[in-house]
């Protein structure tokens, strides 16, 4: 191999073989669309006390500021839809935290092909990038060609929808690179907007984080507000209501990923095992889960608002 066009070719196909369903290339370059609308997103407190999305505000727009003489952006997603869900009569857990914890999962996965890509083409320098560090993935995932962004900001893809993982691998080698994606397919829809209940959802893209079920049961640490009482549906650990109603997701087919296959019994645990779990179960059950990150006493915390 000795062409762009060869290395990316064999690069789609390891990550193929990795499991991951899309890989899609853009050039490492300063995203200059994106800067205005992460300016507005900011300035208008959308993140409320998401405190570290100020943070890094250049390398979240330039990835040649996270590795040195960076060349390509490699954009991979990970299906993750289940094949079973929770009763309908329980507290209800965001789909991707049935499993062990995406980051760790996917991460490993990305190491794997940076090491590949190393040992087949020569001295490759990167680094791999799964929803922890200042990289706006779903801009970088849409650049590369693997879909368009919803009215409810997440990526969709056509006949995948958007129950997956976006994940980055940002290496110093030119390659050659794919067609950002350009149609918006959501057309007049409005389903995920109608539906959200706390109205996080606006209508032009964007989300307004300081109101999503997702940042109160997750990011935010204070209690949360009277005002949202009566509003989470059961939702204690994130929320997949928008993604729920998506046409787009009556094409959405389960994982093959072992890891992300839930605890034994998590599925058909009634309310009153949420509401009675130990700190010790809470341990077992989330061992390498997500949710550890409310912690337990976060979790507490979600059922008492739920129950009030």
């Known amino acids: ?70 060349k390509s952006v490699i954009s991979l997603s990970y299906n993750y839809y289940p094949s079973k869900i929770q009763r309908a009569d329980s507290y209800k857990i965001a789909k991707y935290a049935y499993g062990e914890d995406y980051h760790f999962v996917i991460k490993d996965k990305l190491k794997t092909l ?12 990167g680094r791999v990038f799964v929803d ?34 976006l994940a980055q691998l940002i290496i110093d080698l030119p390659l050659a690179y794919d067609d950002a994606f350009k149609t918006d397919h959501c057309g007049n829809c409005t389903q995920c907007i109608d ?63 072992p890891l992300f296959e839930p605890q034994d019994n998590l599925l058909n645990f009634s309310k009153t095992d949420w509401e009675e779990i130990t700190q010790e179960g809470f341990q077992k059950i989330f061992k390498k889960s997500a949710v550890k990150r409310t912690k337990y006493t976060g979790l507490l915390r979600n059922i008492k608002f739920l129950k009030l």
């Open 1 to 70: 191999m000795k062409t762009p066009q060869e290395y990316s070719d064999f690069i789609k196909q390891e990550a193929l073989h990795l499991g991951f369903d899309q890989c899609g290339i853009a050039k490492a370059d300063f995203l200059e669309a994106e800067a205005p609308k992460l300016e507005n997103w900011l300035k208008n407190n959308y993140h409320g006390e998401m405190r570290y999305m100020q943070n890094h505000f250049d390398k979240r727009l330039d990835p040649r500021l996270l590795v040195e003489d960076a």
């Open 114 to 125: 940076l090491q590949n890509i190393q040992q087949k083409i020569g001295e490759v320098n």
């Open 132 to 165: 922890s560090a200042p990289v706006l993935e779903r801009a970088w995932a849409k650049k590369a060609g693997l879909g368009w962004t919803g009215k409810n900001s997440l990526l969709i893809t056509k006949k995948k929808g958007s129950f997956y993982f």
């Open 195 to 257: 539906a959200c209940p706390t109205q996080a959802i606006l209508p032009n893209n964007t989300v307004d984080g300081s109101k999503c079920i997702s940042y109160f049961t997750i990011e935010l640490k204070d209690g949360i507000p009277n005002s949202q009482k009566g509003k989470f549906n059961d939702w204690q650990f994130g929320c997949d209501i928008c993604q729920d109603v998506c046409p787009w997701n009556r094409f959405s087919t389960p994982h093959q990923e």
